[in-house]
């Protein structure tokens, strides 16, 4: 799956990589030799057209920065009730930092590519969830929706470093020192890849979830759970609104919604382990066992009696693997500044 990220990498970075190669030839004429004659037909014309200019044009290059705020969508925390999809158990309250660093390449008034490097923090807490809990058995059949959420209490944070390369769509002409081209909402989409590492408190420190295997992840009593790879492959989805302050200032404002391919930036996602099978992995070490028994299910810490301890016995969902954990920036307000201007057009062959 990798391989096939670099490749959409490299493929969605290639305007960048082949204009600053071009430039750096510096001699126009012992380029054009090495390319054959457009064919004459008016198609073919308008198709070479836009694809060089894609690949060719600069209409400015430039570098910046930005800050904004990034949220995390998954099993643990989120708004009151049931677990919900897509932006619908976003929880303000679990709002975290984030900063970017990015170039970008403004191939056509209409097009530009970009690469961003980015760190952001993420976290959710079910004690966070607005409901009620149950004080009897009796009580939980009147009890709020997804009471059990924040009965499993369980919670995480973790940071966001994420390497992607994108394009940008301009929805209106945009050109640098023309006022009248001076602003556009864009669109933008991309590959990229990320790095993650789930973590919880316990006894005042902060521990790696990933190393101790809360759901059985390569223990020989759970065959078909696998320690989960902390780098993976994102879509990064957004819009935005870019303008031009100056010539060689611009502003943007945009939000940013990335696809991944896991469930476990939360180390959550299926059942709940039998603290047997955790003690028999480990035999000599019941200081290492013992904690991971208290990480998986902490849910005793609200319930020390095990009065609706059934919620959380083993077997019993954990989290929910049909449907991936995400992540967004919102707010994110960035500042880039403009250091090499060129042609808006296509070499001439």
Known sequence: MFRKLIFLMLIAMLPILVNAQYRNKGNRKAHNKRHLKVSK????????????????????QQVGGGIGSANFLGELGGAKGVGKGFFFDYKFRETRPALIAFYRLNSTPWFAARADLSFAMVGGSDANIKVDLPTTPQETVTAEAGWYRKYRNLSFRSHIL????????????????????????????????????????????????????????DFAAYPDRKRYSQIQPTIPLGIGFKYNFTREISFSFEYGYRITFTDYIDDVSKTYVDPQDILAEYPNNPETAQMIIDLSRRSTELDPDGTFGYVTRPGEQRGDPRSNDTYFFTGVIKMAYTFATGRSHAPKF
């Open 162 to 217: 994420e390497l992607s390369a994108m394009f940008e769509f301009n929805l209106l002409r945009y050109e640098f020192g023309r006022r009248k081209y001076r602003y556009t909402p864009y669109v933008f989409g991309g590959v990229g890849i990320f790095h993650f590492m789930p973590k919880a408190k316990y006894n005042g420190q902060w521990v790696n979830l990933r190393k101790l295997g809360t759901e059985g992840q």
């Open 41 to 60: 037909g008016t198609s073919s014309k308008v198709g070479y057209s836009f694809i060089s200019k894609l690949i060719y044009g600069n209409i400015g």
